[in-house]
């Protein structure tokens, strides 16, 4: 059976868009990762823990601890975690589109979308009905998967100083 959604649009975008949603999802985890390791989380006291929980929940929060731990490492390092802030707060208009605008197919074969958000900078809310080719939803996607590969490298390299930060994953029964 096939939802109402798979009826408005096409099977291709409701792909990209998980594709790129999940991508989203995984820059923020490896930035909140890289602050860890750069400022150095004890996972052992729970201040340490509630804290680094509470900025995950915002992602204005994860950019604003980007941008101090930038320079909280060697420079080739830190240049790297201020581009990957400004990569990620470039993106974030996108990624609430994707994740929260009701998407839908126009004659013609356009994509179109409404979207109502907060502005952070003026904190006014704002509405948002934009028309997109298959080929702009294909960018986004190669772009965020960019941006992604960027920040695995950058907690790889942290990594590699035996850096550590917070995980939760449920250990796998074999």
């Known amino acids: 059976m096939k939802t109402i959604v798979e009826h408005m649009l096409p099977a291709e975008f409701l792909l990209k868009q998980g594709i790129y949603i999940q991508t989203c999802g995984h820059i923020e985890l490896a930035a909140w990762q890289i602050i860890q390791m750069v400022e150095g989380v004890d996972p052992t006291s729970q201040k340490d823990v509630q804290r680094f929980l509470q900025m995950k929940l915002k992602t204005w929060d994860i950019l604003e601890a980007l941008k101090k731990a930038g320079n909280g490492c060697r420079?080739?390092?830190?240049?790297?975690?201020?581009?990957?802030?400004?990569?990620?707060?470039?993106?974030?208009?996108?990624?609430?589109?994707?994740?929260?605008?009701?998407?839908?197919?126009?004659?013609?074969?356009?994509?179109?979308?409404?979207?109502?958000?907060?502005?952070?900078?003026?904190?006014?809310?704002?509405?948002?009905?934009?028309?997109?080719?298959?080929?702009?939803?294909?960018?986004?996607?190669?772009?965020?998967?960019?941006?992604?590969?960027?920040?695995?490298?950058?907690?790889?390299?942290?990594?590699?100083?035996?850096?550590?930060?917070?995980?939760?994953?449920?250990?796998?029964?074999?």
């Open 75 to 174: 420079p080739h390092i830190g240049i790297r975690i201020w581009m990957l802030r400004a990569d990620i707060k470039e993106g974030i208009l996108n990624r609430n589109m994707a994740a929260h605008g009701a998407w839908y197919m126009e004659n013609g074969g356009k994509l179109g979308v409404e979207h109502y958000f907060r502005d952070y900078g003026d904190k006014q809310y704002k509405f948002i009905s934009g028309k997109f080719l298959m080929r702009s939803i294909n960018y986004a996607v190669a772009e965020a998967d960019r941006i992604l590969r960027n920040a695995i490298e950058i907690r790889d390299l942290l990594t590699k100083d035996n850096k550590t930060f917070l995980t939760f994953r449920e250990p796998s029964s074999s």
